[in-house]
């Protein structure tokens, strides 16, 4: 269908071309304004750098105040798909409530109508493009400035200079365009202009992704006289509904909670338009009385059009808050939670990986979650039951009478639950280094990989030891079953405080246990291998089973070293510069450092085994 569809639009236009140059000069006006959107939304993307996330991360407490949050910046940026973007991005990665996503979907169609008021009030009694210019010409000196915030508050500049000039393009073309054609002869009255022109400007939009675009074509072809006042209305009705697309288009990359969303959008959009459309000849009145108080005149149709467009769009909210209840309920029935997956990403996907503070957030549950199969796995592989591990008061005890072998396929369960999620961890910081983001925002997602390979290398290191642990604990079998059991309680300790770790609020954590548990392992290897020559002196270890364990407490106490490594990384702040330099001249360990570096070699034999 999209193959043929295009060919024949770029026909059509080019047919119409030939025919009209003024509507040459139409097209251009609404390309020139959508590129000019487009500048806007990526020059938010590069000036925001974190500050807008985190503003909507704390402002969105309550349905009032997520309401007023879409309202203000979506008048601000002049994009509600932008907005709507961004709300699915948090949304995805768990930063904000179903209801707060709601509410900022609900303030953004509000927000959107100062857009109208705008191009109708300002835009189309000034020649605009006069300030387009200056605009564009400072505009192209910050985009190519190396610090980021200037790039991106020229983006934002040539944004809002393409957006006038594509008003002004728009605004001759229709006023020439009258000249030769009238549009009016084939306006169309009552119920069935109502519902025709509905559909016309629901489709404009969809095909241009800006109902702010649709509204300029409806301002400038109503100032021009090319459609009648009622069918500007319709058309504008319309435009709400066609810009759902953006918050669908959008969601199809998000998880369930994004498709939430998209659905709110649509049936606000749905039910705000059936509304207008019912009662339109009310809200007409309604019009006349409120323009009539503030001095439109009554031929201004632009600014009465203005006034319709914030009138019907607050009326849905009002409409819809008191019922937020019901239509959160119907949410969640209408598209289920989907059940948990434990061996697939939970909280990667695109919809997440444009704004940093979202990258980062859901960067870390994805670990945290990869940290939970690894655990499980490590314990399991072990023969212990977490849950009896992290109730029990004695570790020692409850680890010694856990003795029966689990019938598990390791092998198998490392496949699917550690080593899938770490391909995507490893897939999305790859996607990560790409953009340009923060240094700090970098070093933190380098941080959490990091982890992820430390994790990965702690399982590894449990699938080795497996069978020596399960062959010298099923059964007593003297001086080696106790070794045995030794390494099992240890690790079992590190599996219980990193857990109670877990749990933790994040000012109650203390990353000097974190060091000290790595210096303990560090010296519990070293005493390991002389109380191994002790028991052999003695004549009660067999020299075979001597070389068994000695072996495996290697793996164990790479496992130990792994799982506080990780840790580390996931809850310590990445060190300044000055400080990794201090703290590598005062360290005898020059082995690689967490943070930005090159893989190391079980990254890359694992990089390699399960290419991404």
Not at 44 to 64: D, N, P, Q, V
Not at 533 to 537: L, W
């Given at each position: 269908m999209k193959k043929t569809l295009l060919p024949i639009i770029l026909v059509l236009m080019l047919a119409a071309f030939w025919v009209s140059m003024d509507f040459q000069e139409i097209a251009a006006g609404v390309a020139v304004f959508l590129f000019g959107m487009l500048m806007l939304?990526?020059?938010?993307?590069?000036?925001?750098?974190?500050?807008?996330?985190?503003?909507?991360?704390?402002?969105?407490?309550?349905?009032?105040?997520?309401i007023s949050f879409g309202v203000l910046t979506t008048s601000l940026m002049q994009s509600s798909s932008l907005v709507s973007v961004i709300t699915i991005s948090f949304l995805s990665a768990g930063l904000i409530s179903l209801v707060a996503g709601v509410g900022i979907i609900f303030g953004a169609n509000i927000g959107t109508t100062t857009g109208a008021w705008l191009i109708a009030g300002f835009?189309?009694?000034v020649k605009i493009s006069a300030y387009a210019m200056p605009m564009l010409a400072i505009a192209i000196v910050l985009v190519f400035q190396h610090n980021k915030y200037l790039r991106g508050a020229g983006h934002v500049l040539a944004g809002l200079g393409f957006l006038f000039l594509g008003i002004h393009f728009m605004k001759e073309g229709f006023d020439a365009f009258k000249d030769q054609f009238d549009l009016t002869r084939f306006a169309l009255s009552g119920v069935l202009g109502l519902i025709v022109y509905t559909l016309?400007?629901?489709?404009?939009?969809?095909?241009?992704?800006?109902?702010?675009?649709?509204?300029?074509?409806i301002l400038t072809a109503l100032a021009a006289g090319q459609i009648s006042y009622a069918n500007a209305l319709a058309l504008a009705i319309g435009a709400n509904i066609g810009t759902t697309i953006t918050a669908i288009i959008g969601s199809l990359t998000a998880n369930y909670q994004g498709k939430r969303l998209a659905l709110a959008h649509l049936l606000f959009n749905l039910v705000t338009a059936s509304v207008a459309l019912v009662f339109i000849n009310q809200l007409r009145q309604v019009v006349d009385f409120i323009s009539f108080e503030v001095g439109i005149a009554s031929d201004d149709y632009a600014l009465k059009l203005a006034v319709f467009h914030t009138i019907f769009n607050v009326l849905g909210v009002l409409i819809m808050v008191p019922l937020m209840g019901q239509l959160i309920g119907f949410l969640t029935r209408r598209i289920p939670e989907p059940r948990t997956d434990v061996s697939q990403p939970k909280y990667l996907n695109e919809a997440v990986d444009a704004f940093p503070a979202t990258i980062e957030l859901a960067l870390r549950k994805e670990v945290l979650h990869l940290q939970d199969n690894a655990v499980e796995l490590i314990a399991h592989g072990l023969n212990i039951h977490r849950h009896e591990l992290y109730a029990s008061v004695d570790i020692a005890r409850t680890v010694?009478?856990?003795r029966a072998t689990f019938e598990i396929d390791i092998d198998a369960r490392y496949e699917a639950r550690v080593k899938t999620l770490y391909s995507a961890i490893v897939d999305f910081t790859s996607r990560v280094g790409d953009k340009d983001l923060p240094h700090m925002e970098l070093e933190r997602a380098y941080r959490l990989r990091d982890a992820a390979t430390a994790m990965v290398r702690a399982v590894k290191a449990i699938k080795h030891m497996r069978r020596n642990a399960n062959l010298f604990t099923h059964k007593p079998m003297g001086t080696a079953t106790d070794l045995y059991n030794g390494l099992r309680i240890e690790i079992a300790r590190i599996l219980v405080e990193l857990h109670k770790l877990n749990q933790m609020e994040e000012a109650d954590r203390d990353g000097v246990w974190l060091e000290e548990e790595l210096a303990t392992i560090k010296k519990n290897k070293s005493a390991t291998t002389h109380m191994v020559?002790?028991?052999?002196?003695a004549g009660d270890l067999e020299i075979q089973s001597a070389t068994s364990f000695l072996n495996d407490s290697d793996y164990a106490y790479k496992a130990m070293s792994d799982l506080l490594k990780a840790a580390r990384a996931i809850y310590a702040e990445p060190e300044s510069t000055e400080e990794q330099v201090e703290r590598?001249?005062?360290?005898?360990?020059?082995g690689p450092r967490l943070g930005?570096?090159?893989?190391?070699?079980?990254?890359?034999?694992?990089?390699e085994a399960h290419p991404v």
């Open positions: 939304e990526d020059g938010f993307k590069l000036f925001s750098g974190g500050f807008l996330e985190k503003i909507l991360a704390r402002m969105t407490g309550s349905t009032l105040r997520s835009g189309l009694k016309v400007g629901s489709a404009a939009t969809v095909v241009m992704q800006s109902s702010h675009a649709t509204m300029v074509l010694r009478t856990s020559e002790a028991h052999i002196r590598v001249l005062q360290s005898d360990d020059t930005v570096q090159p893989l190391d070699e079980d990254q890359t034999d694992e990089l």
